[in-house]
Antibody, heavy 130, light 110 residues
């Protein structure tokens, strides 16, 4: 079964760039969308963005100016960079798989049936502090 | 941005009883809604997608309903392992648009 594992520094200094990688094992990274989600201690979930294996991305508008995601299909990995971090970026960061199936409607337009974020990593804690 | 509001923030229910959790969207999301369960120290787990379809391996005591802006997650007979935090998530116009989560409902033992 597919498993995800986040990795990266647990401590980042203010104003620097947070960098995390998610490694996919037990299956292929191809033909899926992959998301990053974060959760400050004691708070709710915040979606950061998603990337498709083609490299196309969608980011949370509130973080868009600071977020970059990339994918390396040869390593079965995808990555997150968040620049100019502050203490407010301290959180548990999760990677997750978005599962969906595509179709074409009667007019030939593409659509998706989305089945949720069905596989999650265990999460990695990132603290922003000097 | 579509804002998701969950109520109540905390729900106290006895084991064996029924729990009903609510989620409201700031605008219609059709049936593009999922529910997740999160236990302390764990990643969220997908329960429901499409507002009412149980994910693989999810027990039948979990059911989802609603469409448009009003949604409900019902747990018919609470088991000890069901006490957790539950989040709703809208994914309208996926993958072109962003997804948003509700703030969560903590289901605690009464």
């Amino acid at each position: 079964q597919v498993q995800l594992q986040e990795s990266g520094p647990g401590l980042v200094k203010p104003s620097e760039t947070l960098s995390l990688t998610c490694t996919v094992s037990g299956g292929s990274i191809s033909s899926y969308y992959w998301s990053w989600i974060r959760q400050p201690a004691g708070k709710g979930l915040e979606w950061i963005g998603r990337i498709y294996t083609s490299g196309s991305t969608n980011y949370n508008p509130s973080l868009k100016s600071r977020v970059t995601m990339s994918v390396d299909t040869s390593k079965n990995q995808f990555s997150l960079k968040l620049s100019s971090v502050t203490a407010a970026d301290t959180a548990v960061y999760y990677c997750a798989r978005d599962t969906a199936s595509g179709y074409y409607d009667s007019s030939g337009y593409p659509g998706y049936y989305y089945y949720g974020m069905d596989v999650w990593g265990q999460g990695t804690t990132v603290t922003v502090s000097s | 941005e579509i804002v998701m509001t969950q109520s109540p923030a905390t729900l106290s229910v006895s084991p064996g009883e029924r729990a009903t959790l609510s989620c409201r969207a700031s605008q219609s999301v059709s049936s593009n809604l999922a529910w997740y369960q999160q236990k302390p120290g764990q990643a969220p787990r997908l329960l429901i997608y499409g507002a009412s379809t149980r994910a693989t391996g999810i027990p039948a005591r979990f059911s989802g309903s609603g469409s448009g802006t009003e949604f409900t997650l019902t747990i018919s007979s609470l088991q000890s392992e069901d006490f957790a935090v539950y989040y709703c998530q809208q994914y309208n116009n996926w993958p072109q648009r962003d997804v948003t989560f509700g703030q969560g409902t903590k289901l605690e033992i009464k």
